[in-house]
């Protein structure tokens, strides 16, 4: 029993010295502030309106804080606008608004006229001739009643969101999980047994896939 309380005791305090380097070598490179940024990818990009677009820097050194980093758009704030709130990171995410030119910058906290890079981005509308969706996964899905079902479709560039809406043939075997019916992603809840068909359709157009959801009393997938 000695002998068994002795290893616990070793290997406890092997592992609080461990997490006590790995903690040490944490703190050591928090905060650090980097010292250059390099852009990744073209430095001018075109997308279509209702797009969504991601630019991203490389930090130096790797281990600094990128919490340094500021992103702002210099021009055309009405041509693209940031996709959420984090906008000191070594990426940020934008949204295509309508047709025409911004520029975006992104430097180091307080080095903004040394350390700046900067990307044009186009954004032109898109011809509605070319716009498509497609299916992603099986055309046929089962599903088990009283339970969840997401269905997706893909589509190509320009389509926003609020464009894709979905519709549910039977909805005493099916029915949407939220209010909002639009978006290139949607979650159902089963009813009961029985077999339907959900289609996405873009707006104003025939453009559209169809799904057959198939809702079993058990379902073993």
């Known amino acids: 029993m000695k002998k068994i309380r002795?290893?616990?005791i070793l290997l406890t305090t092997i592992l609080a010295l461990f997490l006590s380097a790995v903690l040490t070598?944490?703190?050591a490179y928090a905060g650090i502030k980097p010292k250059k940024i390099s852009r990744i990818g073209t430095a001018s990009r075109t997308v279509m309106v209702g797009d969504e677009l991601e630019l991203k820097v490389n930090v130096k050194p790797l281990y600094a804080d990128d919490d340094y980093l500021r992103w702002k758009?210099?021009?055309?704030k009405d041509v693209i606008?940031?996709?959420d709130y984090d906008t000191h990171d070594d990426e940020a995410d934008f949204r295509a608004l309508k047709a025409g030119t911004a520029k975006v910058r992104c430097y180091i906290k307080g080095k903004e006229a040394s350390t700046k890079?900067?990307?044009t981005i186009k954004v032109k509308?898109?011809?509605p001739a070319d716009q498509t969706i497609t299916r992603v996964g099986p055309a046929t899905q089962m599903a088990e009643a009283y339970d969840d079902i997401e269905l997706e479709v893909k589509k190509s560039g320009g389509i926003a969101e609020s464009q894709l809406e979905w519709s549910i043939a039977d909805t005493k075997i099916l029915q949407f999980d939220e209010l909002k019916h639009t978006g290139h992603e949607m979650e159902f809840r089963t009813l009961?047994?029985?077999?339907?068909?959900v289609t996405c359709q873009i707006k104003g157009t025939d453009k559209k896939v169809t799904f057959t959801v198939k809702v079993l009393a058990y379902y073993d997938d």
């Open 125 to 127: 509308n898109p011809n």
């Open 6 to 8: 002795s290893k616990i």
């Open 117 to 119: 890079i900067s990307f």
């Open 81 to 83: 606008r940031f996709d």
């Open 25 to 27: 070598v944490s703190a």
């Open 73 to 76: 758009i210099t021009s055309g």
């Open 192 to 197: 009961k047994p029985g077999t339907t068909t």
